[in-house]
């Protein structure tokens, strides 16, 4: 069977925000496949860099037609003849294509539509599913779904908490579809508690609520009324974790909180999140600091890292090298994982790798402006990982991920296992 790439083509479609992004198709053997990409709102300075066209008449500047034109030609052109089961040699004539050390030149927008389409047509020709095409047969571990329900900071556009964001870990449910389950049924009766307390319920971008709470306690206040008004243990059968997105408010050494009026250093920041730990069920804090708080880091991973999985994202940006010195410097016990923070899937399998090589956590998110694209959720079955982000069990993009992983499930049958608590990673 001849299983050589015919040819490579791109358009521009919007994202859940109404934005541009790309869409890749991708054919050999006659057959075709497609992936789409998303894109974040609070980003890491480190992140392999969007193409976007720049042109303020067509999209407010933020279409993405010069990217979709770098995939019909020069990627097109590269890829033509290239057997779609070889993802590294694919991903490396990409890497070489663009030359530029941040996928600035064509785009990590364009390199990961092709890298994702060549995985999902080289899992189409092996008709296997794609979790077991990128994984083997040890794909059999189905994730925590951490479902963002409260939304503060950019994500609310600072209407609410300083914390971009509250979630809920079913990781006491017997199966991924019970975990489903009882985060949307928390979710609805979040929903009910806030029209009773006359607080807005809006959703932002990941489909979580965005109340105009007036600290960052509140929404932990909130979450554990609703854990228990829906007949669930706070800790027990539902956890909290929580993301700061704290660059979002660090500024000259200090991090200020708006909605309670502080400023703290690193320190006391670490203090702030002790006592939170302390009174509420957290099992998880990422980018608790700054992406360029090194020092600080460390001051939260002696504090914290044995008593909760302390997640880097902007601090590492899916990448290894970054990764490697938070493993020497002992600054956290878990690494994000942003496809599009890196740019291909091969580098995103080797950031996973290195993590698991070390005892470290693997959380796989999505990105506040998403596609109905579910390739995290095969991908996170394939890797291991034991838990993802992927938004509130509502708006269409977010619980197309879900669907998929109940799917995913159900294909398994008794060989699906669900890893619950020992998702969660402590130094």
Same mark, same amino acid.
């Given at each position: 069977m001849n299983d050589e790439i015919e040819s490579v083509t791109a358009r521009e479609i919007l994202d859940?925000?109404?934005?541009?992004?790309?869409?890749?198709?991708?054919?050999?053997?006659?057959?075709?496949?497609?992936?789409?990409v998303p894109s974040g709102a609070s980003t890491g300075s480190r992140e392999a860099v969007e193409h976007r066209d720049g042109d303020p008449h067509r999209f407010g500047g933020k279409g993405v037609l010069e990217a979709v034109h770098s995939v019909k030609t020069?990627?097109?052109?590269?890829?033509?003849?290239?057997?779609?089961?070889?993802?590294?040699?694919?991903?490396?004539?990409l890497i070489a294509l663009d030359g530029s050390e941040n996928k600035s030149r064509l785009g990590a927008n364009a390199l990961l539509g092709v890298s994702l389409a060549a995985a999902r047509?080289?899992?189409?020709?092996?008709?296997?599913?794609?979790?077991r095409y990128l994984g083997g047969i040890g794909a059999n571990l189905l994730p925590v779904p951490c479902m963002n329900i409260i939304n503060g900071g950019v994500h609310a556009r600072w209407q609410g908490a300083d914390f971009q964001e509250f979630m809920i870990a079913p990781l006491g449910a017997p199966?991924?579809?019970?975990?489903?389950?009882?985060? +949307? @049924?928390? =979710?609805?009766?979040?929903?009910?508690? &806030?029209?009773?307390?006359? $607080?807005?319920?809006?959703?932002?971008?990941?489909?979580?609520?965005?109340?105009?709470?007036?600290?960052?306690?509140?929404?932990?206040?909130?979450?554990?009324?609703?854990?228990?008004?829906?007949?669930?243990?706070?800790?027990?059968?539902?956890?909290?974790?929580?993301?700061?997105?704290? +660059? @979002?408010? =660090?500024?000259?050494?200090?991090?200020? &909180?708006?909605?309670?009026? $502080?400023?703290?250093?690193?320190?006391?920041?670490?203090?702030?999140?002790?006592?939170l730990v302390q009174d509420f069920p957290i099992v998880l804090i990422e980018d608790g600091l700054a992406e360029d708080d090194w020092a600080g880091w460390r001051i939260l991973s002696d504090a914290l890292g044995d008593q909760v999985e302390l997640?880097?994202?902007?601090?590492?940006?899916?990448?290894?090298?970054?990764?490697?010195?938070?493993?020497?410097?002992?600054?956290?016990?878990?690494a994000l994982i942003k496809l599009n923070q890196i740019g291909t899937?091969?580098?995103?399998?080797?950031?996973?790798?290195?993590?698991?090589?070390?005892?470290?956590?693997?959380?796989?998110?999505?990105?506040?402006?998403?596609?109905?694209?579910?390739?995290?959720?095969?991908?996170?079955?394939?890797?291991?990982?034991?838990?993802l982000k992927t938004g509130a069990p509502s708006r269409g993009e977010r619980i197309e991920k879900y669907n998929q992983l109940m799917r995913i499930e159900d294909q398994l049958g008794a060989a699906a296992v669900y890893a619950g608590r020992s998702a969660f990673k402590r130094r």
């Open positions: 859940s925000r109404g934005n541009p992004t790309v869409e890749v198709e991708m054919s050999a053997a006659g057959v075709v496949a497609r992936a789409s020069a990627i097109n052109e590269a890829l033509r003849g290239v057997d779609v089961r070889q993802q590294e040699e694919i991903d490396r004539r047509l080289a899992a189409q020709l092996s008709q296997l599913p794609l979790y199966s991924l579809r019970e975990a489903v389950r009882w985060g +949307s @049924e928390v =979710y609805q009766t979040l929903r009910q508690i &806030l029209l009773e307390k006359g $607080l807005s319920v809006g959703v932002g971008d990941e489909g979580g609520f965005a109340p105009a709470v007036a600290s960052n306690r509140q929404p932990l206040e909130l979450i554990v009324q609703a854990i228990e008004k829906a007949g669930y243990r706070p800790g027990e059968d539902i956890a909290i974790c929580m993301d700061p997105a704290s +660059s @979002e408010f =660090y500024a000259d050494g200090k991090y200020r &909180l708006r909605s309670e009026n $502080l400023e703290l250093d690193a320190a006391q920041m670490t203090a702030y999140y002790q006592r997640v880097g994202d902007d601090l590492f940006v899916t990448n290894v090298k970054y990764i490697q010195r938070g493993i020497d410097e002992r600054l956290a016990n878990a899937l091969s580098e995103t399998f080797a950031a996973v790798q290195l993590c698991q090589a070390n005892g470290w956590g693997t959380f796989i998110s999505h990105r506040s402006g998403e596609t109905v694209d579910s390739f995290i959720a095969d991908m996170t079955v394939a890797m291991r990982a034991g838990h």
